[in-house]
């Protein structure tokens, strides 16, 4: 069974960094897209970022200018690079996997941001 495992969430003062990873536990193909995410207690899911096959990406506005996706494509591994963060990105990250057929989920990572 192929799984997504998530790690890099954690607690950092606003203004710090982190890293998020989310790895496919074996290799697959057809993948159309990975992306990340997030949920805060109260609000609704909203989706961070996305890389697609051809390496185009989406960001919400909220990440713009300050997240970065990236994917290695030998790895099956996608990657966040979370700078400046802000109280307000705390939450709940989750990465998924769309493979056009089914969407594969992590089990989700948590990022404090403490002020």
Do not use: H
């Amino acid at each position: 069974q192929v799984q997504l495992v998530e790690s890099g969430g954690g607690l950092v003062q606003a203004g710090g960094s982190l890293r998020l990873s989310c790895a496919v536990s074996r290799r697959i193909f057809n993948i159309n897209a990975m992306g990340w995410y997030r949920q805060a207690p109260g609000k609704q899911r909203e989706l961070v970022a996305e890389i697609g096959s051809g390496d185009n990406t989406y960001y919400a506005n909220s990440a713009k200018g300050r997240f970065t996706i990236s994917r290695d494509n030998a790895k099956n591994t996608v990657y966040l690079q979370m700078n400046s963060l802000k109280p307000e990105d705390t939450a709940v990250y989750t990465c998924f996997c769309n493979t056009g057929a089914t969407t594969l989920w992590g089990q989700g990572t948590q990022v404090t941001v403490s002020s």
